[in-house]
């Protein structure tokens, strides 16, 4: 059984910082590309950040690039965003998502995610 937790998540002003963590199991961890998410209310649901299997190469959103960083330990079947100069509008709860093939190409295909971390900034 698949199961992804997130973690890390709170309250922070502006301009601050916080590195959200997703604690994977149940499947190969290093076989698959990962993914963030998140959604605020009224926003629907936002792709923010891509990294492959094995970590070579990564992606952001244009809301987020320069400021988060994805990455992964697979040897502790982990993802992580560094969040760095938070803005109100990075208010979000934040979910990491598996991709739905193995070895797949980054189609942001999700087919598992976890329940989601909230991140509140705000002064």
């Known amino acids: 059984q698949v199961q992804l937790v997130e973690s890390g998540g709170g309250l922070v002003q502006p301009g601050g910082s916080l590195r959200l963590s997703c604690a994977a199991s149940g499947f190969t961890f290093s076989s698959y590309w990962m993914y963030w998410v998140r959604q605020a209310p009224g926003k629907g649901l936002e792709w923010v950040s891509t990294i492959h299997a094995g970590g070579g190469s990564t992606y952001y959103a244009d809301s987020v690039k320069g400021r988060f960083t994805i990455s992964r330990d697979n040897a502790k079947n982990t993802l992580y965003l560094q969040m760095n100069s938070l803005k109100p509008e990075d208010t979000a709860l934040y979910y990491c998502?598996?991709?739905?093939?193995?070895?797949?190409?980054?189609?942001?295909?999700?087919?598992?995610w976890g329940q989601g971390t909230q991140v509140t900034v705000s002064s």
């Open positions: 998502a598996k991709d739905r093939y193995l070895y797949g190409v980054g189609s942001r295909e999700y087919d598992s």
